[in-house]
């Protein structure tokens, strides 16, 4: 079905994701839904088509935001109390150029707050629940994002990634989720957790969806002077990047109209490639399935032609604590700024300035964002910033390098995105050592400010979904799709 031929409505789209988003209520996905402002875009998507406009790319496309994204609709909280009641008034750039192209923004999906979490427990309004198994996780941070796209509530969502919060989430969740590489997308608009980190990105249900939001979404933005050039700027991305989007006879996403220009896949994205496995990630700190999956996906891959190659890579081991101490000396930095003056959530009892600043930020703060300010903190105060700081920006830098080196080695390489699949509502909640090891996978991408794809790798033996990521050196995002695109091709 296509608006493009009338034999659906924008309208119609909008209000059957309205319906399932009611239905799913108590997933608790969604921290806002915006039903009037959906269905007014929709009736005016659905009067430009009627006129002939073109609507764009994303025509009546519903899609959900993270509530960390500034958006005129509706309140953005970051899931957290202190930012309670919060309007923005301006529009996010990712935000922006989706709308521009059609999109239809149905609701604000729940986070941990500020995005410090693995698991979306950590959020004012409670924790989201897994789309499988409603006992578990959803994984985080951006766990609503990733379950309206798995309970098909959305096309696609937006998410962020610091240190795995959008591959994460989309393993529990068997679907699609990409951190891309740092600077792809401009985070203009986008609460910062850690600035050197961030990273937005998308989930969907395959890679062609994501290839066309990408394609979308990125671009330099003069408002983010830590943007790169265009996603499909040949220059930018290598040789074998694909010269720009191509028209296709059949959208990508529902509702897409025929005929539009759609992303296109790198022309060598079958040819042989070089797989790197990293051998230290081999070991008894990853569930046995997931390690299974993994030589399940290996084997498939050598029977298509790739070559399989053993990495070492013993600087990973220390990319945990290098992310706990950067991590938070960002975070304590950037959420200085909330100290109920300005915006946001104000303490009632408070008698002068200095308890108006102590009782805001300790009533408006989650116990993890208490923990990591006063992690931050300690890293950065005199007498500890030579020992724990500085030493972790120059690991940081030998795990860049470790990841150059890997990648002259191989095309791509296949990891684990998390040591388990999800784990149960609770189980590690008041244990933030154990919560933080579910990182351990995913947070050196970060540090290295490479490109990320997670990938659905099939079931545990109790129905839980399994996911593996496959990671790639700065700028191969295209590449990265093209080739999750073999891999879906190759499951079918």
């Not at 578990?136 to 959305?154: P, T």
């Not at 109209?257 to 042989?272: L, N, R, T």
């Amino acid at each position: 079905m296509k608006i493009a031929n009338k034999t659906v409505t924008a309208t119609r789209l909008v209000k059957d994701a309205l319906e399932k988003a009611k239905h799913f209520a108590d997933y608790n996905i969604f921290t806002f839904i915006d039903e009037e402002g959906a269905l007014k875009r929709a009736a005016e998507i659905d009067a430009k088509i009627a006129r002939g406009e073109n609507a764009g790319r994303l025509a009546g496309v519903p899609y959900a935001l993270k509530d960390n994204f500034l958006s005129r609709r509706g309140d953005t909280t970051a899931s957290a109390h202190i930012l309670e009641g919060t309007a923005s008034p301006i529009d996010a750039t990712a935000v922006a150029k989706l709308e521009a192209e059609g999109a239809i923004m149905i609701g604000r999906t729940n986070l941990d707050a500020f995005a410090h979490g693995s698991s979306t427990e950590n959020s004012y309004f409670g924790p989201t629940l897994n789309a499988y198994d409603k006992t578990r996780v959803a994984g985080g941070s951006s766990g609503g994002s990733a379950v309206a796209v798995a309970l098909d509530i959305v096309e696609f969502a937006t998410g962020t990634d610091t240190g795995g919060s959008i591959r994460q989430p989309a393993s529990f969740n068997g679907i699609y989720g990409i951190k891309p590489t740092y600077g792809t997308i401009s985070r203009y608009g986008v609460v910062a957790m850690a600035s050197s980190l961030d990273c937005v990105g998308f989930f969907a249900k395959s890679p062609e969806d994501l290839d066309l939001v990408m394609s979308i979404a990125a671009g330099q933005d003069p408002k983010d002077m830590t943007s790169l050039p265009d996603y499909y700027d040949d220059d930018a991305y290598g040789d074998d990047a694909s010269a720009g989007p191509a028209a296709a006879s059949s959208p990508t996403v529902a509702g897409v109209p025929a005929g539009v220009p759609q992303a296109a896949s790198p022309a060598d994205a079958k040819a042989a490639k070089k797989i790197g496995i990293i051998k230290d990630f081999d070991n008894d700190v990853v569930n046995a399935e997931i390690r299974e999956a993994l030589r399940k996906k290996c084997k498939l891959l050598e029977s298509k032609g790739h070559e399989i190659v053993e990495l070492e890579m013993p600087t990973l081991k220390y990319a945990l604590a290098v992310y706990y101490i950067i991590q938070p000396a960002e975070v304590a930095s950037n959420l200085s700024r909330y100290d109920g003056i300005r915006y946001g959530f104000r303490s009632e009892n408070s008698q002068d300035l200095d308890s108006v600043y102590k009782n805001t930020r300790d009533e408006g703060f989650m116990p993890e964002n208490k923990r990591r300010i006063m992690i931050g903190n300690f890293v950065l105060s005199s007498g500890f910033y030579d020992a724990y700081f500085l030493k972790a920006a120059k690991a940081r830098t030998m795990i860049i390098n470790e990841y150059a080196a890997a990648f002259d080695k191989c095309d791509f390489i296949l990891t684990p995105v998390s040591p388990n699949y999800a784990f149960k509502l609770g189980e590690k909640v008041n244990d933030p050592v154990a919560m933080y090891l579910e990182d351990l996978m995913s947070v050196s991408l970060n540090l290295a400010g490479i490109p990320g794809l997670a990938i659905p790798a099939g079931e545990a033996k109790d129905g839980n979904k399994l996911g593996l990521q496959l990671v790639g050196p700065r700028r191969s995002d295209k590449n990265l799709i093209a080739f999750a695109k073999e891999l879906q091709d190759e499951n079918d």
